[in-house]
């Protein structure tokens, strides 16, 4: 614990320190600096940690012995002593301001005389003084010993020398220097306006290559040797055209400052030669060339190249169907290397014309050599050992090759052997060939049928293929006539050689147009594959026949003109048609309701359906209790006749009939031809029956939390007075929780007329119950009410009616007006728990914390003093002594 206290007692003294130890730094490079005769001098200088202002100002003296000399100032013009003043006019001594906090003193032309102390100082910003406020450096200048020359006939000479040729350039570079210094030499050739790294050996005694000579410099292609008498050398092998240019030897000299860090303090460079590199092309003589399928094709490759001494030509011959020169998907045709060694080829020859020409001889060409010809030429050169080297490889450009093919002579002629009359009537087209001429073994014929729609004006419409065969007889069908192709209706032959067929099994409205057939002639090659050489097209037929527009007439008729409700309704159907070939019926019974019935959003109902195979089906027809209710049969062939059972007051409305006509289409199926629709037949029922109203109460809307609502719904009668036993009601509550009746309602519960009751699901915790209090009222519930059932309420009433013959009748719904119901909350209820459960809480908190009080003052902190042991001895009597 003691050792403990002390360290934290030293804590904050040791911070304290720190505090008052921070303060204004002022830093130059560390010396001495050595710097050559006549160059340039940058000393920079920094400051750091100060206040004040973010931009500093600087202050630079010079010293030889012990006196400072004012040199120049950031802020003060007048600061310059007489000796500088002509110097720093001149611009030869000038600061130079990197950032804020640091500038840097530049000293052109170094002499001896600026050879000392330099001392750079920034004035006070700071609020207390604190830290350095100067620096210096020592400078020291020593004299020029770097020498740079290149050959020793001159200054800069010229090569002139062939791609693929080797060289070696020489640089001599030496220094006199007393200090221990450095060379760097690096090899640069000029590149546009620039000049560019080539190879370096640093002042380390690293090599390294410039940017783009890496591997060149990994494969041995470039080097960098040094010799005798303090020379460089730089060898290039595989000399390209890039090589050609201006090459210079850049020497710097560099020395180890006081940090231990390299300094470069001069620089040097010299031009040493100019070198031209002579390009090797190779060129095909001959440009674009056109050939006729049978004949020889002839080519010349040269090359063109300045070497004088022993070479030798390899050469390749290359063929590809696009331009590409990188020759990725090219094939090789024939090929001979440096020893004159010809690859073995049977229709193709390769031949030596003179020293740089060598000719390609391709016989009896065909249509697939139609592409292009590329020569690639590699020049060898022989080595000491006897084995040769190659030293240069070009591609020419491509020569196009188009060879014409001979293409067969013939005709095309179309013909309808079958035409339709009526729809679904055959169509069959025959597309001959006739006068044909040079079919040899080796041409084969297919056909592609095609078909254009009549427009109705002078449009020519776009052509449609219905089917295509390949070269191998492979039928290709088009997307007009796939599927009917398939299911048979259309068939696709060869009744002679001579002779392609179209057949048409049904002919329908949509197949009327113009028909044409294309006969391809297609050309056998050497590798077996097949070439389309020639289309010819044939005359246009047209399929057409002249058709009337169908024609139905529907009829609706109420057998029985009176009845009421309870009763059976029934009305037929008679159908007439024109135009239609051997026509079917289908029917369909439709029901218009009154705009309150909103069974159907459109007000139209599907109700029973016959089809033209005399299958029923129920359409929208949905009460339950009546599903064998409806019936629709038919009577004739063109008669049908629909009952309706046990009508009810719902039923009202306009009936219609929608029959459509349908004739038979090929292969079995039925085609919809027209549609047609009848005259309405109203059911309407003239009754005198009692008028029901509808309302809602309640005594009390306006509750609280918690609390019972009651909300009556009270049906009242007009007119003909009925017994309790001879009417029902179905009851059903709903809810729009807004204040304006703009959201969807929601149905709370529901009473039907046997007595059953059906809630909807609620999210809340309130609880609801519907009851009938009574014959004509019904009473709703919401017990426990929460914020989320006030709104508008309102109940829908559907009445039930006996009639005189006992059967029950649906009258229309009746709609109660809404009202409005509020729930508020209890604030003494509301905030009563809470607070009694936050004063329990802060009372139990408050005994805690006494108790803990208490038990950490008992034990926990109790401190046992040590009293001094005291001798227990009596005091003795003054007498006794």
């Excluded at 202002?53 to 310059?80: A, G, K, L, Y």
């Excluded at 000796?83 to 950032?99: A, M, P």
């Excluded at 003084?129 to 020592?138: I, K, L, P, R, S």
């Amino acid at each position: 614990m003691g050792h403990r206290g002390k360290k934290a007692c030293c804590l904050p003294l040791l911070l304290l320190l720190l505090a008052f130890c921070r303060g204004r730094i002022v830093r130059v490079p560390q010396g001495p600096l050595i710097r050559v005769l006549g160059t340039e001098v940058v000393i920079p200088c920094s400051v750091s940690d100060y206040d004040g202002p973010s931009e500093q100002n600087f202050d630079w003296e010079f010293s030889r012995e012990s006196d400072f000399v004012r040199i120049v100032s950031t802020w003060d013009p007048t600061f310059t002593s007489e000796e500088y003043q002509r110097r720093v006019g001149r611009g030869d001594i000038k600061l130079r301001r990197s950032s804020n906090d640091a500038v840097e003193l530049v000293i052109r032309n170094i002499q001896p005389a600026d050879q000392g102390r330099y001392k750079c100082s920034t004035p006070s910003t700071d609020a207390t003084v604190q830290g350095n406020y100067d620096a210096e450096v020592q400078v020291r200048v020593i004299s020029d010993g770097l020498s740079v020359s290149g050959s020793k006939a001159r200054s800069s000479m010229s090569l002139r020398l062939s791609e693929g040729d080797s060289f070696k350039l020489r640089c001599s570079a030496v220094t006199t220097s007393a200090e221990h210094t450095h060379l760097h030499v690096t090899w640069q050739i000029k590149s546009g306006s620039g000049w560019q790294d080539i190879l370096s050996l640093t002042h380390e005694g690293k090599f390294q290559p410039g940017p783009g000579y890496e591997e060149r410099y990994r494969n041995g292609d470039v080097r960098l040797d040094t010799g005798a008498n303090d020379t460089y050398w730089i060898s290039v092998s595989q000399a390209s055209s890039v090589d050609g240019g201006a090459y210079r030897c850049l020497v710097s000299e560099w020395v180890r400052g006081a940090d231990s860090s390299w300094q470069k303090i001069q620089e040097k460079n010299v031009e040493i030669a100019n070198v031209i590199i002579q390009r090797t092309d190779v060129v095909i003589s001959t440009s674009n060339v056109s050939v006729t399928e049978g004949d020889s094709l002839d080519l010349t490759c040269n090359i063109t190249t300045d070497r004088s001494g022993v070479f030798q030509a390899g050469l390749m011959w290359y063929f590809s169907v696009s331009p590409d020169e990188t020759l990725s998907d090219a094939q090789v045709l024939l090929s001979m290397d440096h020893d004159s060694v010809v690859s073995d080829s049977t229709l193709i020859s390769l031949s030596h014309i003179d020293r740089n020409s060598y000719r390609l001889l391709v016989r009896d060409v065909a249509v697939e050599d139609s592409g292009y010809y590329f020569c690639q030429a590699a020049v060898w050169v022989p080595l000491h050992n006897g084995s040769w080297h190659k030293v240069v490889e070009r591609t020419s450009a491509p020569v196009n090759v188009v060879v014409t093919a001979l293409e067969p002579d013939y005709e095309v002629f179309l013909n309808a052997s079958k035409t339709p009359k009526f729809s679904d009537d055959p169509t069959e087209l025959n597309c001959r060939i006739t006068n044909a001429q040079d079919t040899e073994a080796n041409i084969r014929f297919t056909v592609s049928w095609y078909y254009r729609q009549h427009l109705p004006s002078d449009d020519v419409a776009a052509e449609e293929l219905l089917a295509t065969m390949a070269a191998d007889w492979t039928l290709l069908l088009g997307d007009r006539s796939r599927e009917r192709t398939h299911n048979g209706e259309i068939i696709f032959f060869k009744k002679a050689a001579d002779i392609f067929s179209l057949r048409i099994q049904w002919t329908s409205e949509s197949d009327r147009g113009d028909y044409f057939c294309v006969i391809s002639a297609w050309s056998k090659h050497r590798n077996n594959s097949w070439v389309k050489s020639k289309d010819v097209i044939s005359p246009s037929v047209s399929v057409f026949w002249a058709t009337q527009d169908y024609t139905l007439t529907v009829e609706a008729v109420k057998l029985k003109p009176f009845f009421v409700a309870g009763h059976t309704f029934e009305m037929t159907c008679k159908v007439s048609s024109k135009n239609i070939k051997t026509p079917r019926y289908s029917v369909l019974i439709t029901a218009e309701k009154p705009l309150a019935d909103h069974s159907s959003p459109n007000g139209t109902t599907r109700i029973i359906s016959l089809s033209q195979d005399s299958v029923v089906r129920l359409e929208d027809w949905t009460d339950q209790a009546r599903v064998d209710g409806v019936v629709l049969e038919k009577v004739q062939e063109n008669e049908f006749r629909y009952r309706m059972y046990q009508t009810q007051i719902s039923d009202a409305g306009l009936y219609r009939c929608v029959v459509t006509a349908w004739s038979p289409g090929g292969g079995g199926m039925w085609r919809e031809a027209v549609n047609g629709l009848s005259n309405p037949i109203q059911i309407d029922f003239q009754t005198s029956g009692p008028v029901f109203n509808v309302s809602v109460h309640s005594d009390n809307p306006t509750i609280y939390q918690g609390e019972l609502a009651d909300l009556l719904c009270i049906v009242t009668m007009e007119g003909v007075a009925l017994e309790p036993d001879d009417m029902s009601f179905d009851v059903s509550w709903f809810a729009v929780h807004s204040f304006a009746l703009d959201r969807e309602p929601i149905l709370l519960a529901s009473l039907d007329r046997r007595g059953i009751v059906t809630q909807s699901r609620r999210n809340g915790s309130s609880d609801l119950s519907l009851e009938r209090i009574s014959p004509l009222e019904f009473r709703l519930r919401l017990h426990g009410c929460e914020d989320q059932d006030f709104g508008n309420h309102y109940c829908v009433v559907t009445p039930w009616v006996r009639s005189a013959t006992g059967v029950w009748q649906q009258e229309p719904d009746i709609k109660a007006k809404p009202i409005f119901v509020s729930v508020k909350m209890d604030v003494l209820n509301a905030f009563k728990y809470p607070l009694l459960i936050g004063i329990g809480l802060a009372t139990v908190i408050g005994l805690l914390s006494c108790l803990i009080g208490y038990c950490s003052s008992r034990w926990c902190c109790k401190k046992e003093v040590q009293e001094t042991r005291r001798e227990r001895r009596r005091l003795m009597s003054m007498e006794m002594d």
